[in-house]
């Protein structure tokens, strides 16, 4: 189990700098002619991402294909959905205008859950044996989850809940485990890890310290820290922080 690599910035640099230290990646793994897949976070990621897409905007780029980490079940194009919010932000426009493709997790068609949750492993599994440089974007929140996994009052549940050999699964909130609002939900699995070839973890401001300490000693289970199943990738994981 590797040790992460953290990065710590000041409150007001610390969405320029991550962005800016994404983009050098991005753009080292490009001059190496890779195809790249970016797995993009929701919520408090999303200003981030729209910078760093903003700094990629000179980058010609041979193959450039943008996903989703995790997304909110519902109708297609509901206000809550991540592919929503990364759209009505810019931040898609500004993927298309640098040749990127977006891959999301809601039909436009309006699917049944489990019609859906098919056609999304159909395209993920896609995306997972193509030979791409695969980048996973992630958030930390305070309750210790990351990508769509919520703390559960067991280990067991943890893993019948995100432990799956497809690359998404299909879950609904329980509020014995967790105030989430956000009741239906589709993550990628937790058996995508090893797969990535590298990890970011990027997490902003005082609320998320606690969570960050407990990532870092590993000093919880894995359901009160669901973030610890990233250590399941072979790969330091970067974090880059506002918290020392």
Wanted: charged share 20%; aromatic share 8%; net charge neutral.
């Amino acid at each position: 189990m590797t040790t992460p690599q953290i990065y710590t910035f000041s409150s007001l640099d610390v969405v320029s700098k991550t962005a800016e230290n994404i983009a050098d990646l991005l753009i080292e793994k490009t001059a190496e002619k890779k195809a790249i897949t970016v797995f993009l976070s929701g919520g408090s990621a999303i200003a981030m991402n729209k910078v760093l897409l903003e700094k990629l905007q000179k980058v010609k780029f041979s193959r450039l294909t943008l996903t989703l980490i995790d997304e909110r079940f519902g109708k297609y194009g509901h206000d809550q959905s991540n592919e929503q919010q990364l759209r009505s932000t810019g931040v898609l426009d500004l993927a298309t205008k640098i040749g990127g493709k977006f891959i999301g997790m809601l039909s436009s068609q309006n699917l049944p859950f489990a019609q859906t949750l098919a056609q999304i492993n159909q395209n993920y599994a896609e995306l997972f044996k193509e030979e791409s440089y695969k980048l996973a974007l992630l958030g930390l929140g305070e309750d210790g989850h990351t990508a769509g996994w919520l703390p559960t009052n067991n280990e067991a549940k943890f893993v019948k809940l995100y432990e799956s050999k497809n690359p998404v699964v299909f879950y609904e909130v329980n509020e014995s485990d967790s105030n989430n609002p956000h009741k239906q939900r589709l993550t990628i699995s937790t058996s995508t890890v090893p797969k990535m070839d590298q990890i970011i973890i990027y997490t902003k401001g005082s609320s998320k310290k606690a969570a960050l300490e407990h990532f870092i000693k590993r000093d919880t289970p894995i359901n009160q820290t669901p973030a610890l199943a990233l250590y399941q990738n072979p790969n330091p994981i970067i974090v880059l922080t506002d918290q020392t």
